[in-house]
């Protein structure tokens, strides 16, 4: 197939406030389209829901980074320390895959997720107990960040103290946009990760306590399942992936509700549609954008298109998921829409593994700011709003203004 890659305009501030109309125009166009992504790497984009779900099932289609032919992909991980990197969960496949997922899933069961949702609600009572005599707040740094950020770090082990500096460093690591990451701030970012992740898991190491990160320690040093590498990698997705992406569906679901009013009333006058509630924002503007990357093990026809072998396949479930040959009106935000299998944590054996818990997060904290901030309302125009530039999604700050209330 031959055909002009298409830009995402990353450096447009439009495109990065609301990618949904060129989204829209590329699903329209054709259900796979070259594109050019965020670090002006080249993509084959699926569009579609239909596709996009068999894609993310498709063995041909591996999550390990080492299959893709663009060597640009592992020249943007940090230089010294790209194994480590690449041997967590997101970036391999069967049977490393299984064998990583099994170590940690029983600590986000279902049950084991329930009991902590009155932990959950003490810390986002304590936090907003903070704002509420104020009548304002920035919803990002005040509470959509400390939130999933203290409720990782309990559930890992980590001190709560160290937060603000393992933040800088996942957002120099994460951070993309037009231009290619800056190589020395990513590699500085890591080293520094990495030696605070050591330390830390030397300290658990002669302290072992209650907590996954003392439980993951075991498998490596005594049960031998996993290596010092993968150790590493381990905790660090697990940290990072446990706060980054719940804090955007924090705050994208908070930012829809003030730009829709009629779906905040609803959802102050029936708090009962929460759960649904949350699973319309993930659909609506979910916390990865534009998707999933995959790498092609063999050439691969797709919706009649062939990739070739080597390509990295972004499944676009940001795009996707505003189907409308799968959702009925999807650009429209409905709080109490039912039929909603997004594709928002993935599919298959990939499947999110937070998914529990970022839901449970999701419900407590924005059913609790609804019911505690009486007024709330944006403190600025909404196209004043600053948004994550790629890959990941949702606003970088959220001034809101409320009625002041007591503790």
Known sequence: MSQQPVLLPYGDPAFVTDPFPLYRQLREAGPVRRAVIAGGLDAWLVTRYEDGLAALSDPRLSSDIRDAADPRLVAQLPETERESMMSNMLRSDPPDHT?????VSKAFTARRIAELRPRVQEIT???L????????AELIADFALPLPVTVISELLGVPLDDR???QQWTDDLLVRGERPPDPAVMNEAWRRMRAYLTKLLEIRRSEPADDLLSALISARDDEHRLNEDELIAMVFLLLVAGYITTVNLIGSGIAALLAHPDQLRLLRDDPELLPDAIEEFLRYDGPVSPGIARFAREEVEIAGVSVPRGATVLIASAIADRDP???SDPDRLDVTRRDNGHLAFGHGIHYCLGAPLARLEGHIAIGTVLRRLPDLALAVPPADLNWRPGGLRGPLRLPVTFKPGGR
Request: aromatic share 14%; proline share 5%; charged share 45%.
């Open 325 to 327: 040959a799968r959702f």
């Open 125 to 127: 009572d304590r936090l």
């Open 99 to 103: 064998r990583l997922r099994r170590l």
């Open 164 to 166: 603000y500096e393992f």
């Open 129 to 136: 107990d903070e704002v509420v005599p104020a009548g304002r």
